[in-house]
């Protein structure tokens, strides 16, 4: 039997690919599409200018695009993916949470929040129980699950590679990020062709303190966080999609370029449906990965990392992954999979 989903926010950058993703998906079927008012009552088709390379799928072309509300909601939905603007987010997504829904979230608001469970599931799948806390706390029938930001997504799992072999105690990271990161309405031609913007608000420190949470441990009550020290520089460029980063680590334990490119390939996937036979792929090409040439390996959802080498006290190498897909509408279906696996579905 198929879990009924919502998604809120549908039409944008990421509600698009959430809606790719879902057509057809084993245990996830569509049930309700919603986006802002302005967008509310128009077939999606009309409201949503559709602008990805996959087609419109027929099954949502003609559903009609809903206030985004929980009263709006049909009662059979389980699951709502949420691609919203994070000052809405913040506002509407206790609200669905409150009204019994589970909400699998891409919008930065809350991430931080101690009782909120912030997952990469191949990463630190054992935070979801976060969610005991949180309903303890809010005392909601529902609940509220994030997915990281896509620049903290593509060097993470990597990182935790390093970290559970030799211990990390830094992390500099400079990214290269593709302008579909910034939504539709986010940077306009005039800004970005023949340019790049040294400057992506908040990014730095989404990277720096996500991460942290991340790598952290959790006692069945709270996470602690990694005390690793995070450093982060963030720079949008005129790709469309796949973030390209160069991280510098300092490492606990002596390590060589091949050993750490030995524990980031054997990095262990997970057996849900979204996640890719191989987490993070290694090149030893030096001038990959690339985003046109890397960002669609295993469906958009795996790592690629290449230019390992070793540094003065560590390790330097360059990561990729797709910023729509592994960074945002498949992490939050891989953590409905995982909701769904762990019986809170
Ligand atoms: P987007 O392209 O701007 O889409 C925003 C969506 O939210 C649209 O469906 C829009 O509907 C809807 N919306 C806007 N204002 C609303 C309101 N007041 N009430 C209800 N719905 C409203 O943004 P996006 O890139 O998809 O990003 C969505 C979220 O995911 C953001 O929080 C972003 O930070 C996060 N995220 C994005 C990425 C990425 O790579 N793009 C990666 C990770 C996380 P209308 O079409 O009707 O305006």
């Known amino acids: 039997m198929t879990v009924d989903v919502g998604i809120i ?9 959430l809606i790719q993703l879902l ?40 559903m009609t695009v809903r206030e985004t509300d929980p009263d709006e909601m049909p009662d059979d939905v389980d699951l709502v993916f949420s691609s919203l603007p994070s000052s809405v987010g913040e506002r509407v997504e206790p609200d669905f949470c409150e009204a019994g829904y589970i909400v699998s979230s891409n919008s930065s608001n809350a991430r931080r929040d101690e009782d909120v469970p912030l997952t990469i599931p191949e990463v630190n799948a054992d935070h979801l129980d976060l969610i005991e806390v949180q309903r303890d706390e809010r005392g909601w029938d529902g609940a509220l699950v994030k997915n990281p930001n896509c620049s903290t997504i593509t060097m993470v799992p990597p990182l935790a590679a390093l970290d559970e072999a030799f211990g990390l105690e830094s992390i500099t990271v400079s990214t290269l990020q593709a302008v579909s990161g ?3 309405s986010g940077v306009t031609s005039m800004e970005i062709i ?29 996470v602690d966080w990694h005390t690793a020290r995070v450093d982060a520089s963030c720079n949008r460029i005129p790709t469309l999609d796949g973030h390209l980063e160069n ?55 795996a ?34 999979e995982l909701l769904l696996e762990n019986g809170y579905l």
């Open 23 to 62: 057509d057809p998906h084993p245990d996830f079927e569509i049930a309700a599409l919603s986006a802002s008012a302005e967008s509310a009552g128009e077939s999606y088709r009309d409201a949503a200018k559709w602008r990805i390379n996959h087609p419109i799928p027929e099954t949502v072309a003609e």
């Open 194 to 222: 023949d340019n790049a913007i040294p400057h992506i608000g908040g990014e730095e420190k989404k990277m720096e303190t996500e991460s942290r949470k991340l790598l952290g441990s959790f006692d069945g009550a709270e």
């Open 9 to 17: 926010g549908a039409t944008g950058a990421v509600g698009q690919r």
């Open 182 to 184: 910034a939504g539709y």
């Open 247 to 301: 991280v510098w680590t300092d490492t606990a334990e002596d390590v060589t370029a091949e050993e750490a490119a030995e524990v980031m390939r054997e990095y262990p996937p997970l057996d849900l449906h979204s996640s890719p036979d191989q987490l993070v792929h290694v090149y030893e090409e030096p001038d990959r990965p690339q985003p046109r040439l890397d960002r669609g390996r295993e469906n958009g959802m």
């Open 303 to 336: 790592i690629a990392v290449g230019g390992i080498q070793e540094t003065d006290g560590g390790i330097q190498f360059n990561c990729l992954a797709h910023n729509t897909m592994r960074g945002a509408a498949g992490a939050s279906i891989l953590n409905g």
